[in-house]
């Protein structure tokens, strides 16, 4: 599956951005899907993830409350609606597909198979 993340942009502390994902390829609703993010200097981040019903969400402390994940299979898209952004929510994100069988959410981005080229989120002070 190949995977492409838009959405990023510069945002005023507070704001909202939302990031979609669009999946080609081989049938998305077979991937569980998550979001990832990372900051210059420091390693990749789990920022959220979505089952494949979607029944199943999961999210770092640090944006609970804040970020929402959701998927749309008919368009083949994952959704990251983020609201009152903070500026440590600057980052690149990237959207993952992990076609592991198990029906559990990993946070570890070595268990997602195809990832998409980022995204760069800004939120200025």
């Known amino acids: 599956v190949q995977l492409q993340a838009f959405g990023g942009g510069l945002v005023q502390a507070g704001g909202s951005l939302r990031l979609s994902c669009a999946a080609s390829?081989?049938?998305?609703?077979?991937?569980?899907m998550g979001w990832f993010r990372q900051a210059p200097g420091k390693e990749r981040e789990f920022v959220a993830g979505i089952s494949r019903s979607g029944g199943n969400k999961d999210y770092r402390d640090s944006v609970k409350g804040r970020f929402t994940i959701s998927r749309d299979d008919a368009r083949n898209t994952v959704y990251l609606q983020m609201n009152s952004l903070k500026p440590e929510d600057t980052a690149v994100y990237y959207c993952?597909?992990?076609?592991?069988?198990?029906?559990?959410?990993?946070?570890?981005?070595?268990?997602?198979?195809?990832w998409g080229r980022g995204t760069l989120v800004t939120v200025s002070s």
């Open positions: 993952a597909a992990d076609s592991g069988s198990l029906d559990t959410l990993s946070r570890r981005p070595s268990e997602y198979d195809f």
């Open positions: 390829g081989r049938t998305f609703s077979i991937y569980k």
